[in-house]
């Protein structure tokens, strides 16, 4: 494209492109996909409850039975078994291995997991747990590590077309390249392909909540059938959040087509499609 009238729409859609991609960065860092204050502990002399939020990454544990502290936890997996669970300590590579070979011994030492300050905690008097004898009844339902892996690759696949957009936006501003790659219909192809990346990398994370961490957070306590979990846990703001950037390259596309429109309304302005094989500098004449 040769003609470029009204740039100020293609400075605005460099603008909204680029908040796009700082919400989903947001999203994608933050720790509050999966959240509850509800996860019932399986005692025997009362009925404590514990507040779980983790991310794509890491998350926090509120611990009530043994300590009050709140442990840092952090994604593990396994790619060979395609399991996954939000685990802390020293090994816990080892800790998921013997969870899913179902070992008796298998036991997180939550004294050597990092524990987060300045956040508000039960202030209940330490108990020895006494565990449901239910427990073992229990199926294990592990983070499935292709989708995990999968939710991560499509954001970040979102991220770096939308980050493109952002930039050619700018570009556009000022230039005025030849390739349609670089001109507006690349504009349009970049900000389209982030979104359908995140309306993926939801699909997917939403299609994994309902099947499997609905019914089970994935963490120890819950794998081990020491923690209920089951229709406790909700999908959290990070995961809500994703429908903004979405509303976002949406914008972006809009405010090219209504400067397209514009332009092809306006008397004495024509825009002119140049294939890459074509000499630009005949359209001079």
Excluded at 150 to 179: C, D, K, R
Excluded at 186 to 199: D, E, K, L, R, T
Aim: net charge positive.
């Amino acid at each position: 494209m040769v003609v470029k009238p009204k740039r100020l729409y293609l400075f605005g859609t460099g603008i909204v492109s680029g908040l796009a991609v700082a919400m989903v960065i947001l999203c994608l860092a933050t720790e509050q996909w999966v959240v509850t204050d509800s996860a019932k502990w399986k005692i025997q002399i009362d009925e404590r409850t514990s507040a779980i939020r983790y991310g794509l990454f890491q998350g926090v544990l509120q611990q009530t039975l043994s300590t009050n502290a709140i442990l840092q936890i952090s994604m593990t997996c396994l790619f060979k078994e395609n399991i996954c669970a939000m685990l802390c300590g020293p090994d816990t590579k080892t800790l998921l291995q013997k969870l899913y070979d179902n070992d008796p011994n298998a036991s997180q030492d939550d004294g050597k997991c990092a524990a987060v300050r300045g956040t508000a905690v039960y202030h209940s008097k330490p108990t020895r747990p006494v565990l449901s004898t239910e427990q073992n009844d229990n199926k294990k339902q592990f983070i499935n590590a292709g989708v995990w892996l999968s939710t991560i690759l499509f954001l970040v696949l979102a991220i770096a077309f939308g980050s493109l957009a952002t930039m050619l936006g700018f570009y556009n501003t000022v230039s005025n390249p030849i390739q349609w790659y670089f001109g507006i219909r690349g504009m349009y192809m970049y900000n389209s392909v982030a979104i359908c990346a995140i309306i993926i990398a939801m699909c997917l994370w939403g299609a994994m909540y309902n099947m499997i961490i609905l019914h089970d957070i994935g963490v120890f306590y819950t794998l081990k059938g020491q923690l209920d979990s089951d229709k406790k846990a909700f999908l959290g703001f990070s995961y809500w959040l994703l429908f903004l950037p979405i509303l976002l390259f949406s914008g972006s596309i809009a405010l090219i087509y209504i400067r397209q429109y514009l332009v092809s309304r306006t008397p004495g302005q024509r825009i002119l499609d140049i294939e890459d094989n074509e000499d630009p500098g005949l359209y001079l004449y």
